[in-house]
């Protein structure tokens, strides 16, 4: 199956290279402060960062000393733009789908992986194949969209007749499967699975649950943004933290 | 605090021996299935069950084989009823609220608990007791009302205006605490909290999670009552399986 790359459609890119993530980088994301609490010290690390699209999450892991990070992504566009970002002979960018990527067993300390399992068939196979790569005790961290999100094909709020936010609707959510979901200028094709896919996926893969999150905007982007508040109303994203073990 | 106990409320309590899983027992419950697969082997063990109401798990462990069984409620009515269909020596069943027994360090192999937690404020603090009672790689096994299901006071569909259900509405996903929900011939007062609180507080008191479950219904009951296909539209009940470590 033809692995979908949106991010090569220029009008696409372009509208996603506008975002505040794209822009500021981290501290343009809603949930930053959550996953990078949830990161384990990266000093001397060897990290993979599977979906790695502009390289802000290599770039931090070598600004904490990591010793070398290598990124995948699927877009030449955000891997270019990722290079043109980027000096530093630590960071290899490969560009690859990250369910056909390969390296050897036990070849990094820390996965990450910041909202591109989402866009992935199979989370069973990226979790077997990320528990491969770790080494024994070894961290993977990432954030998908919540399962709550992800449910319903529209992934927007229900309104009143006034346009007002009446509340978020959650339908169809035992479905796993393809969504065709509007983002930015197009039409993107997203995975929904539930909660306990992706955690009892993890467990079977081999590793043991650290910590997960349902990260609200920080309170300094609250203050910043009023218009975030109803990010508290229910949850975007999910960020789990696992061990192999 | 006063601890809710609707279930010596008579009228109540007489709904609430109607409901399918007060008259039929565990095979009248939805969720069942699911949390009998996340059992351990329960032969020779000693079994506590928090919130036991009318003892139908605290029967089937018996059933099971396991050595003895405690079974702890609040409601003078669930446990007048519970020792009425018991014959078992090995049953013991304790009035009290749950968060005020005590048993000593170790006392269990396996702690059960269907359907109550989301009535207790803190389950930080239970957790924690759950631990201390556990002997080491003990089993902690539980269901609560899902964190989706419990988010709005309602607690109902949001229904078009011919009555048709039109999906499921959540919201104050993220503002933990009190809910006032109607419930039988009443209302009672539940304690809303996140998936991440559940997680994290059984990793944090020294449990390591096995498995989650967001369960459906099962095949057959699907076929004998169609009107139960909605639940698939979003998880009523959320099942949890955790190991002392």
């Avoid at 599977?50 to 995948?72: F, N």
């Avoid at 955690?199 to 920080?218: H, Q, V, W, Y």
Wanted: with cysteine; glycine share 4%; proline share 4%.
């Amino acid at each position: 199956m033809m692995k979908q790359n949106k991010y090569d459609d220029n009008d696409f890119f372009s509208a996603y290279t506008s975002m505040p993530r794209s822009v500021k980088g981290l501290e343009g994301a809603g949930e930053w402060h959550a996953f990078q609490r949830l990161l384990p010290n990266l000093q001397n690390k060897q990290v993979l960062d599977l979906g790695c699209g502009l390289g802000w999450h290599c770039r931090y892991a070598r600004e904490q000393l990591a010793r070398s990070v290598t990124g995948v992504d699927l877009s030449s566009n955000m891997l270019q733009m990722a290079r043109e970002m980027t000096d530093d002979s630590s960071i290899t960018y490969i560009q690859s789908a990250m369910e056909d990527v390969a390296f050897p067993d036990r070849a990094f300390d820390v996965v990450i992986s910041s909202l591109a399992f989402h866009y992935v068939a199979s989370f069973e196979r990226i979790s077997e194949k990320v528990c491969r790569y770790l080494k024994e005790g070894g961290n993977f961290v990432f954030s998908v969209e919540h399962p709550m999100y992800t449910a319903r094909n529209e992934q927007d709020w229900h309104y009143d007749e006034q346009g007002n936010r009446l509340h978020w609707p959650v339908d169809r959510y035992q479905a796993e499967g393809l969504r065709d979901t509007p983002f930015l200028t197009a039409h993107v094709t997203k995975y929904h699975r539930t909660m306990s896919t992706y955690i009892n996926s993890l467990i079977r893969a081999g590793f043991r649950i650290d910590a997960i999150e349902e990260p609200m905007p920080s309170v300094e982007m609250l203050s910043k943004l009023p218009e975030m508040k109803d990010e508290c109303r229910r949850p975007m994203f999910l960020i789990i933290s696992a061990r192999k073990s």
